[in-house]
T-cell receptor
Framework: GENVEQHPSTLSVQEGDSAVIKCTYS??????FPWYKQELGKRPQLIID?????GEKKDQRIAVTLNKTAKHFSLHITETQPEDSAVYFC?????????????FGRGTSLIVHP | EAQVTQNPRYLITVTGKKLTVTCSQN?????MSWYRQDPGLGLRQIYY???????DKGDVPEGYKVSRKEKRNFPLILESPSPNQTSLYFC??????????FGDGTRLSIL
């Protein structure tokens, strides 16, 4: 089955710095890559996603890049703010039968210091 | 309001006492799934369902059962809970091929 590695497990930055979280996946059939943010005590919420026919996608301060050849994708957060502090999960998904079956990374705890 | 509702939110119980965690969504989503979240292990899928009467095992199905008799409901059943099933559980739903919406979670403690 699919295996997703996520690094780093913890990332500490100063407010205003950029943060980058990287994920690699093993199954070349994976074609959908969502990123979720989970604040303390809350549910995971989708922040951005990318499909395999796209190399990069941006939404304000966040962006995701995908390299299908190397089987890795990354989340980039610019101008970090204290409210960006959370656990971030990447996922890689295959799509049998029209839906997708995601495998999640183990998460990155991002801490933004004011 | 579109939402995924899990009940109960918190439960402390004892080994061997059957329990059910309910999950209901009001968005007419075809796809529903259950995850457990443990420190350092991320989210691991237990079971998923792509439509009524269609269920499949995820990565960690041992010790769990599910059913999908109606489109809106996807209960998680622990027939004989054990302490290693102490965890935070999330239900999620989505239209086919779309991102998932998660419920608020159920924290289970099995003594």
């Amino acid at each position: 089955g699919e295996n997703v590695e996520q690094h780093p497990s913890t990332l500490s930055v100063q407010e205003g710095d950029s943060a980058v979280i990287k994920c690699t996946y093993s199954d070349s059939a994976s074609n959908y890559f969502p990123w979720y943010k989970q604040e303390l005590g809350k549910r995971p919420q989708l922040i951005i996603d990318i499909r395999s026919n796209v190399g990069e996608k941006k939404d304000q301060r966040i962006a995701v890049t995908l390299n299908k050849t190397a089987k890795h994708f990354s989340l980039h957060i610019t101008e970090t703010q204290p409210e960006d502090s959370a656990v971030y999960f990447c996922a890689a998904s295959i799509r049998p039968g029209g839906s997708y079956i995601p495998t999640f990374g183990r998460g990155t705890s991002l801490i933004v210091h004011p | 309001e579109a939402q995924v509702t899990q009940n109960p939110r918190y439960l402390i119980t004892v080994t061997g006492k059957k329990l059910t965690v309910t999950c209901s969504q009001n968005m007419n989503h075809e796809y529903m799934s259950w995850y457990r979240q443990d420190p350092g292990l991320g989210l691991r899928q237990i079971y998923y369902s792509m439509n009524v009467e269609v269920t499949d095992k995820g990565d960690v199905p041992e010790g769990y059962k599910v059913s999908r008799k109606e489109k809106r409901n996807f209960p998680l059943i622990l027939e004989s809970p054990s302490p290693n099933q102490t965890s935070l559980y999330f239900c999620a739903s989505s239209p086919l091929g779309q991102p998932q919406h998660f419920g608020d979670g159920t924290r289970l403690s099995i003594l």
